[in-house]
């Protein structure tokens, strides 16, 4: 079995940061691709970075670019989710996935395979 619990939400003013953890048990980590979603209140869950296995490419939603950053460490089985400059915007509960190898910059969550139960993100003006 697959599990996957988020970690380091909570809540901030605007211009904070904050950073995700995800920690990994069962299957093979290191062969996986894993993303970051959010979801606001009334709003659709949307994609906002993935990572490849190997952790060589990356990929954002225009939101967010240059102002989040994904990593992981294989070894630990966990991946991160660096968030500066926070906005009013970003609140969310965010959650993290993971899939195949095979393209981790999938925009669609029903392309991936587990997920976190999610942790939630306030950032206040």
């Known amino acids: 079995q697959v599990r996957l619990v988020e970690s380091g939400g909570g809540s901030v003013q605007a211009g904070g940061s904050l950073r995700l953890s995800c920690a990994a048990s069962?299957?093979?980590?290191?062969?996986?691709?894993m993303g970051w979603f959010r979801q606001a209140p009334g709003k659709e869950r949307e994609f906002v970075g993935g990572i490849s296995w190997s952790g060589r490419y990356t990929d954002y939603a225009d939101s967010v670019k240059g102002r989040f950053t994904i990593s992981r460490d294989n070894v630990k089985k966990t991946v991160f989710l660096q968030m500066n400059s926070l906005k009013p915007e970003d609140t969310a509960v965010y959650s993290c996935a993971a899939k195949g190898t095979s393209n981790y910059a999938d925009r669609r969550p029903s392309s991936w395979n587990y997920w976190g139960q999610g942790t939630q993100v306030t950032v206040s003006s």
């Open positions: 069962g299957g093979t980590f290191s062969s996986w691709a």
